[in-house]
């Protein structure tokens, strides 16, 4: 599988941004796709998940309210629709998917296990 990650870009706070996560040679062997962001000079963290068997969802606390994760079959794409951005949300984002991992394992240093990555879009938040 590859993954194509786009849409970032700069953004005055309280903007708004969508990512977009394109997977090609995507099956139903994968469990979840998950959002991942690293700033400069911190670790990598899961941002949001979404679950490749219900649809179901996840959010890291700092994004609740804010982002929200969706996916259209038809295209193997996922989306995160970034409103009310803020300067700590500045970093690269990543996607990521996996055939063992799934959204319950996105978060703290699960990353790590994640096989499959996109190459990263870059999010800054900035006046």
């Known amino acids: 599988v590859q993954l194509q990650a786009s849409g970032g870009g700069l953004v005055q706070p309280g903007g708004s941004l969508r990512l977009s996560c394109v997977a090609s040679g995507f099956t139903s062997d994968y469990r979840a796709i998950g959002w991942f962001r690293q700033a400069p000079g911190k670790e990598r963290e899961g941002v949001s998940c979404?679950?490749?068997?219900?649809?179901?969802?996840r959010y890291a606390d700092p994004v609740k309210g804010r982002f929200t994760i969706s996916r259209d079959k038809s295209k193997n794409a996922v989306y995160l629709q970034m409103n009310g951005l803020k300067p700590g949300d500045t970093a690269v984002y990543y996607c990521?998917?996996?055939?063992?991992?799934?959204?319950?394992?996105?978060?703290?240093?699960?990353?790590?296990?994640?096989?499959?990555w996109g190459q990263g879009t870059q999010v800054t938040v900035s006046s």
């Open positions: 990521a998917t996996d055939k063992v991992w799934d959204c319950t394992y996105y978060r703290d240093s699960y990353y790590s296990r994640w096989d499959y």
């Open positions: 979404i679950n490749m068997r219900d649809d179901s969802t």
